[in-house]
């Protein structure tokens, strides 16, 4: 997996919730700050963030953001293997409608 100009969106259940839900990040900080910037509603604490947990509608809205702001930037999707192929699958349709349609699958961390 690329270490540099990465998108990963990760689909994890969360702790607080139990609901499966999806979390962006991004490695390069200019970037980072580019693209919350353009987000419609994201607030100043949500900017200092490097993951965010986010809806289907606003990962749609940053994998665009995201892309206009650096157009080579790799994606990812890291998903913990119990979940439904529904959640990735949703994914990566969201990649597919935003035109990045080359992207890495994360199936195994390194320690």
């Given amino acids: 997996m690329p270490e540099k100009d990465i998108a990963v969106i990760k ?11 999806y979390y962006y990040e991004l490695v ?12 419609s509603n994201f607030t100043p604490e949500l900017m200092e963030k490097h993951q965010l947990m986010v809806s289907k509608e606003a990962l749609s809205e940053l ?20 979940l439904r192929f529904k ?7 969201i990649l597919r409608l935003n035109r990045a349609t080359m ?5 195994d961390k390194k320690q």
């Fill in 11 to 21: 689909i994890a259940v969360d702790s607080a919730s139990s609901d499966t839900t």
């Fill in 103 to 107: 992207f890495n699958y994360v199936t």
């Fill in 28 to 39: 390069n900080e200019q970037d980072r700050e580019q693209v919350w910037q353009r987000m």
């Fill in 63 to 82: 994998v665009a953001n995201t892309r206009r702001v650096r157009p080579e930037t790799k994606f990812a999707i890291d998903a913990d293997k119990g």
């Fill in 87 to 93: 959640w990735v699958s949703d994914a990566m349709e």
